[in-house]
Protein backbone atom coordinates (compact mmCIF):
# COMPACT_ATOMS: atom_id res chain seq x y z
CA UNK A 1 0.00 0.00 0.00
CA UNK A 2 0.89 3.59 -0.16
CA UNK A 3 3.33 4.55 2.44
CA UNK A 4 4.82 8.52 2.78
CA UNK A 5 6.97 8.85 5.36
CA UNK A 6 7.89 12.51 6.69
CA UNK A 7 10.64 13.44 8.59
CA UNK A 8 13.07 16.75 9.45
CA UNK A 9 10.73 19.20 11.10
CA UNK A 10 11.61 20.54 14.71
CA UNK A 11 11.97 23.54 16.55
CA UNK A 12 13.91 26.45 15.32
CA UNK A 13 14.44 30.37 15.86
CA UNK A 14 12.94 33.35 13.50
CA UNK A 15 15.60 33.52 10.50
CA UNK A 16 16.59 29.54 10.71
CA UNK A 17 16.42 26.89 8.49
CA UNK A 18 15.20 23.33 7.94
CA UNK A 19 14.48 20.72 5.19
CA UNK A 20 12.16 18.38 5.74
CA UNK A 21 12.06 14.86 3.83
CA UNK A 22 9.12 12.47 2.65
CA UNK A 23 9.87 9.08 1.10
CA UNK A 24 7.24 7.08 -0.32
CA UNK A 25 6.84 3.34 -0.98
CA UNK A 26 4.24 1.00 -2.23
CA UNK A 27 3.75 2.58 -5.71
CA UNK A 28 5.87 4.02 -8.21
CA UNK A 29 6.94 7.59 -6.90
CA UNK A 30 8.87 8.84 -10.34
CA UNK A 31 5.05 8.64 -12.05
CA UNK A 32 3.19 10.82 -9.59
CA UNK A 33 3.31 14.96 -8.29
CA UNK A 34 4.14 15.80 -4.93
CA UNK A 35 3.03 18.10 -2.25
CA UNK A 36 3.52 19.57 0.48
CA UNK A 37 0.96 21.01 2.60
CA UNK A 38 0.45 22.45 6.49
CA UNK A 39 -1.90 23.31 8.72
CA UNK A 40 -0.74 25.39 12.13
CA UNK A 41 -2.89 25.89 15.81
CA UNK A 42 -6.80 26.49 14.54
CA UNK A 43 -6.12 26.87 10.91
CA UNK A 44 -7.34 24.72 7.66
CA UNK A 45 -5.02 22.46 6.02
CA UNK A 46 -3.32 24.90 3.09
CA UNK A 47 -0.84 23.88 0.23
CA UNK A 48 2.37 25.21 0.47
CA UNK A 49 4.64 23.59 -2.59
CA UNK A 50 3.66 20.98 -5.08
CA UNK A 51 6.00 19.84 -7.88
CA UNK A 52 5.13 18.00 -10.80
CA UNK A 53 6.39 13.98 -11.42
CA UNK A 54 9.56 14.62 -12.97
CA UNK A 55 10.78 17.93 -10.95
CA UNK A 56 10.65 20.40 -13.47
CA UNK A 57 7.55 22.75 -12.48
CA UNK A 58 6.81 23.75 -9.21
CA UNK A 59 3.91 25.98 -7.15
CA UNK A 60 4.29 27.93 -4.06
CA UNK A 61 2.14 29.38 -1.88
CA UNK A 62 2.65 32.95 -1.69
CA UNK A 63 3.13 33.02 1.82
CA UNK A 64 6.40 30.86 1.03
CA UNK A 65 7.53 31.73 -2.23
CA UNK A 66 11.34 32.84 -2.43
CA UNK A 67 11.82 31.31 1.18
CA UNK A 68 10.87 27.76 0.47
CA UNK A 69 12.10 25.23 -2.05
CA UNK A 70 10.63 21.68 -3.03
CA UNK A 71 12.60 19.38 -4.65
CA UNK A 72 12.18 15.93 -5.54
CA UNK A 73 14.91 12.52 -5.94
CA UNK A 74 13.22 9.78 -7.56
CA UNK A 75 16.13 7.38 -7.60
CA UNK A 76 15.56 7.74 -3.69
CA UNK A 77 12.04 8.10 -3.80
CA UNK A 78 11.99 11.27 -1.69
CA UNK A 79 10.63 14.93 -1.93
CA UNK A 80 12.38 17.70 -0.01
CA UNK A 81 11.24 20.92 1.47
CA UNK A 82 13.99 23.50 1.96
CA UNK A 83 12.36 26.39 4.47
CA UNK A 84 14.88 29.49 4.92
CA UNK A 85 14.31 32.55 6.80
CA UNK A 86 11.64 30.76 8.85
CA UNK A 87 9.23 32.94 10.52
CA UNK A 88 6.74 32.31 13.65
CA UNK A 89 3.74 32.01 11.45
CA UNK A 90 5.58 28.95 9.61
CA UNK A 91 4.42 26.89 12.82
CA UNK A 92 2.45 24.35 12.23
CA UNK A 93 2.25 20.40 11.25
CA UNK A 94 3.79 19.69 7.88
CA UNK A 95 2.62 16.55 5.65
CA UNK A 96 3.62 15.47 2.37
CA UNK A 97 0.82 13.85 0.10
CA UNK A 98 0.80 12.45 -3.41
CA UNK A 99 -1.77 13.24 -5.99
CA UNK A 100 -4.78 11.08 -6.20
CA UNK A 101 -4.26 10.27 -10.28
CA UNK A 102 -0.97 10.10 -12.60
CA UNK A 103 -0.99 13.50 -14.05
CA UNK A 104 1.41 14.64 -17.17
CA UNK A 105 0.69 17.97 -18.12
CA UNK A 106 1.09 19.95 -15.12
CA UNK A 107 -2.09 20.42 -14.39
CA UNK A 108 -1.22 18.68 -10.66
CA UNK A 109 0.23 21.97 -9.81
CA UNK A 110 -3.36 23.28 -9.51
CA UNK A 111 -4.79 24.20 -6.15
CA UNK A 112 -7.58 22.21 -7.30
CA UNK A 113 -6.07 19.08 -8.17
CA UNK A 114 -6.75 16.37 -5.51
CA UNK A 115 -3.94 14.84 -3.47
CA UNK A 116 -5.27 11.93 -1.63
CA UNK A 117 -2.37 9.98 0.30
CA UNK A 118 -1.08 10.99 2.98
CA UNK A 119 1.99 10.88 5.28
CA UNK A 120 2.11 11.24 9.41
CA UNK A 121 3.33 14.73 9.19
CA UNK A 122 6.21 16.25 11.05
CA UNK A 123 6.03 19.19 13.30
CA UNK A 124 7.82 22.73 12.37
CA UNK A 125 7.70 25.58 15.62
CA UNK A 126 9.16 28.12 14.46
CA UNK A 127 10.12 30.85 18.04
CA UNK A 128 10.30 34.42 17.33
Known amino acids: QVQLVESGGGSVQAGGSLRLSCTGSGYTFSTYCMGWFRQGPGKEREAVARITYGGGSTYYADSVKGRFTISRNNAENTVYLQMNSLKPEDTAMYYC?????????????????????WGQGTQVTVSS
Open 97 to 117: ARARVVEWRGNCLSPTFEYTY
